[in-house]
């Protein structure tokens, strides 16, 4: 669906370009009126007679196509009373042309995974799929129709106006983003790049529609486009459906505006505050900088991480180890035009603001005292390397990843900054370190006059062209084998085996070895431990034990271990619960002993510094404290409650707010260290490893690592069982909040295996649960425009004897509170509708073929089946379980979905939570 503005918050992630590569095939030979431009690295560039640029990156091993097409039109193109018009147009084309009236139907029907998003500087719609040459067409149809025949209709534009409303309300409930917004509109005078997307509200509620319609016919164009095409496609025929598809449009004979404006050096500190409800302060710290293709961004990039990275870096070491604060982040933006370097850092409720403030500024802004070390550099491109290797493997994440480098004005910048980021050295980030962060060029807390003003002025970066002059990349790197992700073949490859520990059911392993792009690797490994009587009292110790595992081992320290991760070039997640413990790896062939090596000594020999425990406990305490206020958290903690069928001292017994801050603030770093050393072992578990690997030897190293490690307490698993609750109403004002929530449940007695179960996926996929096309969204988002949000879920039980049986039945929702009533009478309605009519034949068919395609693309993801591996090995399952519930899916008819709808879908027996401010909207309603 449209997808929200790229979030303010956006500007804190970090600025890691991905490596990109395919194996290397011949470039197409290109259609008549499609002239060849460069390739670099597998991906070459075509351009169409109308003056649309065509990227084709062709991979055979991967099961998937991704589409993403990008227009050079974002917030930076917008006008006086046009702010927001870019991110209100890309809802927009989703209404419809003449020839594609139901778009989001259509793309559920295909099974797409579709969205779209807009920046300052673009606007990109995107969509993957399974491999298939009809969906590929039909898709490339409805860009080239959707580019010059989108309706833009006043009635659209009407019906859309209180979903986007809404969709600026949910953005205003975040301190944080509303922080960003501020000091971005206070860091730029007369640059677009002030203005955040989602744009004044007076501007969106007001803007004429030819005016919008103007805007469309300006930057909708071929000529502003570039059509971006990865996964596994034939390269000839790709490029001859584009040119069928897109070369009939024709190139405008205006020319598209210049936009010329440049943001004047600052000339003194800015200050801007923000006043509102709330539990958390926020601090931060913008500076600008230039372009993405200035020389200074790599080392920027590289200066970026050095400061915000987590745990090494010098702002979490100076204000989080210190418990100055919670929370820290950091980032600069690589963009067309000079963009910001931003640091932010989340307090505690009762910090010592100003001392954290001073420290953050020292930090930036004193850098020359503790110059940055050679040392830190190199930690720092081996962390963005291992960016850029591991995107190396996802090729739709390639396709994703060109959008800001096409936006910053050429997409081979993408490739361009990984190299640059390679030269980057000490001196080159002190050097940039000194000339931006200053504080004549900082947006932050105060202004203070001085007789002697610095300004920092930013160099006009130079064109594409001539950073890409002779530029021709890396070579591309070696990809995988085709690999068939049906269930049937998973299964073939798949060696599973027990090795017999003495505990419980030992040790179960699931291998599949195959090669794939880059000699990936993914482990996914569970295991159990503990029963309910032992766990009664150590809930919040064996959550927070398992959630410090990576912040310390026997001889290393949580910094230690994440640059020997990233030496690895290793993703990893290691982590517990309270009845198990779990290890994610995604790694290389050539890393991967080391790497299980590592993270087993991480599970096994934890440390818990006493530092990293009490940051833990800051952290989870300002986060309990910062949601005190939010309606989400309120209803969803009403909801909890009620629901919650477990005595006190259960260990699954949900938990206030008040009552979480008590147990966390009671907690003791001995408590965590005794939940380990009481509860923790590998003897009983499930591994899955998948990708490129010996089997012979990991299977000896899993052995060696894991199986000699027995639980204290023996596991057993805590049945869960349906529990009748009576329904409720409940209503909770949270003021000063412009966005509400709905939060509605019912109980149902439901697990995976039941007959109904296929029967009743299908029916909420329908009713809520099929993205921005189904009942709920169409009613309450679509016609009536009160929801940016709506959707259902069904939850069925899952166990290993079959028993277990709590099921439920949701829905959420958000809306601006005056509407919150609306949207449970239209929500309602639609499921007594449900009931009455039940559903049609069409809706049937469509709900599972989307389900059956979404099944079949989560299948393609090595990530996904190692996931799904370990999950059989725990209920005893193979994935023929997978194949007969695509089976069922298939088998469903009308009646037998309209009959499960019928006995389990009990409206009267929703419970039902508003969380918003009532009073505000009352009182604003009664001036009106």
């Known amino acids: 669906m449209p997808s929200r503005r790229s979030s303010a918050l956006a500007s804190l992630s970090l600025a890691v370009a991905i490596a990109l590569g395919s194996a290397h095939a011949a470039a197409p030979s290109p259609p008549a009126g499609v002239s060849a431009g460069p390739c670099v690295e597998g991906i070459c560039e075509y351009r169409l007679g109308n003056g649309l640029r065509v990227l084709l990156f062709p991979d055979a091993t991967q099961p998937t196509v991704t589409v993403n097409l990008i227009y050079n039109v974002g917030s930076l193109q917008e006008n006086y009373g046009e702010t927001g018009m870019a991110h209100l147009l890309e809802h927009m084309l989703f209404k419809g042309t003449p020839s594609h009236r139901e778009i989001p139907a259509e793309m559920k029907k295909r099974g797409i995974n579709y969205n779209a998003q807009t920046s300052q500087d673009r606007t990109n719609y995107f969509a993957s799929f399974p491999a298939n040459d009809a969906t590929l067409d039909w898709l490339l149809a409805l860009e080239a129709d959707r580019m010059v025949h989108s309706d833009i209709a006043r009635k659209d534009l009407d019906s859309e106006m209180t979903v986007v409303r809404n969709e600026m309300e949910s953005g205003e409930n975040s301190p944080v983003s509303a922080l960003i917004e501020r000091v971005r509109s206070t860091a730029y005078l007369w640059h677009h790049y002030g203005n955040d997307t989602i744009g004044a509200r007076s501007d969106v509620e007001q803007v004429p529609i030819e005016r919008l319609q103007a805007y469309y016919r300006a930057w909708y164009r071929p000529d502003n486009a570039t059509l971006v095409l990865a996964g596994r496609i034939d390269p000839d025929k790709t490029l001859a459906a584009v040119a069928q598809r897109f070369g009939p449009l024709a190139k405008p004979a205006e020319p598209m505006r210049a936009f010329y404006t440049r943001e004047p050096a600052q000339d003194g500190e800015r200050e801007v505050t923000v006043r509102r409800v709330g539990d958390v302060r926020v601090l931060m710290s913008a500076y600008h900088i230039p372009a993405g293709t200035h020389p200074d961004a790599a080392p920027l990039g590289v200066l970026d991480d050095i400061l915000g990275h987590v745990p090494g870096g010098r702002l979490h070491k100076a204000l989080v180890e210190t418990g100055l604060a919670a929370s820290i982040g950091a980032g600069s933006e690589q963009r067309r035009d000079p963009g910001l370097m931003t640091a932010l850092a989340a307090l505690p409720k009762d910090a010592d603001t100003a001392k954290a403030e001073q420290v953050l500024i020292d930090q930036l802004e004193q850098i020359q005292r503790q110059p940055i070390t050679a040392e830190e550099v190199a930690s720092a491109k081996q962390r963005i390397a291992n960016g850029f290797e591991l995107a190396y493997t996802n090729v739709s994440g390639v396709a994703m990843g060109l959008s800001d480098a096409v936006a910053a004005g050429d997409w081979r910048l993408y490739f361009h900054y990984r190299d640059a980021l390679e030269k980057v050295t000490a001196d080159d980030v002190n050097r940039v370190a000194r000339t931006y962060l200053q504080s004549s060029n900082r947006t932050f807390g105060r202004f203070e006059p001085t007789q002697a003003p610095k300004r920092v002025d930013i160099a006009p970066a130079p064109s594409a062209a001539s950073v890409l002059q002779g530029y021709t990349g890396k070579a ?18 798949t060696q599973t085996f027990t090795i017999d520990t003495g505990a419980g059911s030992g040790l179960k392993i699931a291998l599949l070895p195959k090669k794939t792009r880059g000699g990936t690797v993914n482990v996914a490994a569970s295991f159990n431990f503990a029963n309910a009587d032992a766990l009664t009292g150590h809930d919040v110790a064996g959550n927070v034990a398992g959630a410090l595992l990576m912040r310390g081992s026997k001889g290393l320290s949580r910094e230690q271990i994440d640059a020997r991760f990233d030496t690895l070039k290793t993703a990893a997640r290691i982590g517990g619960g309270l009845q198990s413990a779990r290890i994610d790896l995604s790694t290389r062939r050539e890393q991967l002993a080391d790497a299980l090596a590592l993270a087993a000594q991480v599970l096994r020999t934890p440390s818990f510094p006493d530092k990293e425990f009490e940051q833990y406990r800051l952290q989870a305490i300002t986060g309990l404290e910062a949601s005190r206020q939010e309606p989400g958290s309120i209803a969803g903690i009403a909801m909890s409650k009620h629901f919650d069928p477990w005595p006190v001292g259960h260990p699954l017994h949900a938990l206030d707010l008040d009552e979480s801050l008590a147990a966390i603030k009671a907690l003791k770093i001995e408590d965590v260290r005794a939940f380990h050393r009481d509860f923790y072992g590998t003897a009983e578990g499930q591994i899955s490893v998948v990708g490129d690997f010996d089997p012979v030897a990991v299977k000896q190293q899993l052995q060696r690592l894991f199986a000699d490690w027995r639980a204290p307490k023996p596991y057993a698993p805590i049945a869960t069982h349906y529990t009748a609750v009576a329904p409720q109403q409940q209503r909770f004002e949270t003021p000063d909040k412009a966005n509400g929530v709905l939060l509605a449940r019912a109980n ?16 909420n996929y329908i009713l809520g649960g099929g993205s921005i096309k189904s009942r709920l969204a169409d009613r309450i988002r679509q016609k009536d425009g009160l929801s940016y949000g709506v959707g259902s879920d069904l939850d069925a039980d899952s166990s290993r004897d079959g028993r277990d049986d709590a099921g439920n039945w949701s829905v959420e929702a958000i809306a601006a509170p005056q509407n ?13 509708r449900l009931i009455k009519d039940g559903v049609a034949a069409d809706e049937l068919r469509d709900a599972v073929s989307g389900l059956l395609t979404q099944r079949e693309q989560a299948r393609a993801s090595d990530p996904a089946i190692a996931g799904g591996l370990v999950s059989n090995l725990f209920y005893g399952r193979t994935m023929q379980f997978s194949a007969d519930l695509d089976a069922k899916f298939k088998a469903l008819t009308v009646e037998s979905v309209n009959a499960a709808i019928r006995k389990h879908l009990k409206p009267d027996q929703l419970s039902v939570y508003m969380a918003g401010d009532f009073a505000a909207a009352a009182k604003k309603s009664g001036a009106n």
């Open 820 to 832: 919150l009533g609306k949207v449970e009478a239209a929500m309602r309605e639609e499921l007594a």
């Open 748 to 763: 149902i007695s439901l697990k995976d295996t039941d007959a109904d179960f296929p029967a009743l996926i299908a029916a």
């Open 476 to 493: 591309a790197l070696q990809a995988g084998e085709h690999f068939d992700p049906t269930p049937a073949n998973i299964d073939a490859r």
